[in-house]
């Protein structure tokens, strides 16, 4: 298994067969899903078929390596949930769209901050990346915190047709950001 990056707490690493039930039970949990699809169930032929060899995808942008790692407890290997940084362009890793995914019962211990941190930083430092782009839901003020924590910035409202209606889309998503100029001046404040 080839570990990405290793933080206070957390490793992030490829996907593996064995995470078949851990990412079932993660995407099968309504609260965890619920300013993703409204909390509906997952299937775990949709996980084993398309979700799981989606995570373990190659993009051209990385070599052919994944954009997508599991985010386990450093200490125990307890699988926390994922995170991705996903080319925008699946040849260029330039601009890089950051998403994560955690178990709730990890919610509010500063992981999806930590993890967030540490995998943008390997983007601008490692992987070639000159912006970072994330969007949530509007009412998703957890992520919205989150974002901001990892140190993107609010860039824009706009409202997308889904398919199906998620309690708060009427409210709109957001868009926020993060530029390699500006990560570098924030490393020389936090310096």
């Known amino acids: 298994m080839v570990v990405l990056l290793e933080t206070e707490r957390l490793v992030l690493r490829d996907f593996v067969d064995g995470d078949l039930d851990d990412l079932f039970a993660l995407h099968d949990d309504p609260e965890v899903m619920r300013f993703i699809n409204g909390g509906k169930r997952a299937s775990l032929e949709e996980i084993r078929e398309r979700t799981l060899p989606e995570m373990r995808r190659g993009w051209p942008a990385y070599g052919g390596r994944p954009a997508c790692w599991v985010a386990a407890e450093r200490h125990g290997g307890r699988f926390v949930g994922w995170f991705?940084?996903?080319?925008?362009?699946?040849?260029?890793?330039?601009?890089?769209?950051?998403?994560?995914?955690?178990?709730?019962?990890?919610?509010?211990?500063?992981?999806?901050?930590?993890?967030?941190?540490?995998?943008?930083?390997?983007?601008?430092?490692?992987?070639g990346v000159r912006r970072v782009v994330a969007d949530t839901m509007a009412v998703n003020t957890g992520s919205r915190r989150v974002l901001e924590k990892i140190g993107l910035t609010f860039e824009r409202a706009f409202f997308t047709d889904w398919p199906d209606v998620i309690d708060g889309s009427d409210q709109g998503d957001v868009a926020y950001a993060l530029s390699r100029d500006a990560w570098d001046a924030g490393r020389v404040r936090r310096g």
């Open 84 to 127: 991705a940084l996903r080319p925008v362009d699946p040849g260029r890793p330039d601009t890089v769209d950051l998403g994560y995914r955690l178990r709730r019962d990890a919610w509010g211990r500063g992981y999806a901050t930590e993890g967030g941190r540490a995998l943008v930083d390997k983007g601008f430092q490692d992987l």
